[in-house]
């Protein structure tokens, strides 16, 4: 518990260490951009791109931007941790990345069934299970990605606490 009433004074230390602000920033802007083109690809029919930005909600847009923050947070802390001699481990949030960017990619776009056709095409019994992936990431994305950034802020607190551990 005082790890997590510590975490701003981990975020503070990584961002007075120029290099890490700098890839923090750097990931935060990064991740805003394909945050902001990738989340409303639902409405797009898959499309991704600048298109997406016209279809764009308030709701992805908040989102995109706690998405982003938390990854570039967790690069910063990363940063920082390395640069101090210790170690980072962000799998969370990259965990929570690819998570966060998987109910729009499978929910509305090609790219499902043409990973099932191309898994079919080498398992035809695959082909046969008609699995509704689909379905179930359109019905249960947002519980998705509550777990993208449940994991990702699980990813911050673990390189918190070891930015706090390194400092001697």
Avoid: K
């Avoid at 940063?79 to 499978?106: E, N």
């Amino acid at each position: 518990m005082s790890n997590i009433v510590r975490m701003p004074v981990a975020i503070r230390m990584a961002f007075a260490d120029r290099r890490a602000r700098l890839w923090g920033v750097g990931t935060v802007l990064i991740g805003l951009v394909f945050y902001l083109l990738i989340l409303p690809a639902t409405d797009t029919g898959g499309a991704i791109g600048l298109v997406s930005l016209q279809f764009l909600t308030f709701g992805e847009a908040v989102l995109a931007v706690v998405m982003a923050v938390l990854l570039g947070l967790t690069m910063a802390l990363g940063i920082y941790g390395l640069r101090q001699g210790g170690s980072a481990a962000s799998g969370g949030s990259v965990l929570g990345a690819i998570v966060a960017v998987l109910p729009t990619l499978l929910c509305c776009s090609p790219v499902l069934p043409l990973a099932v056709a191309a898994i079919a095409s080498v398992l035809p019994a695959a082909g046969a299970l008609g699995l509704p992936v689909q379905g179930f990431v359109a019905t249960h994305e947002a519980l998705l990605y509550g777990i993208a950034i449940a994991l990702m802020v699980w990813g911050l607190y673990g390189n918190a606490r070891r930015a706090l551990q390194c400092v001697c």
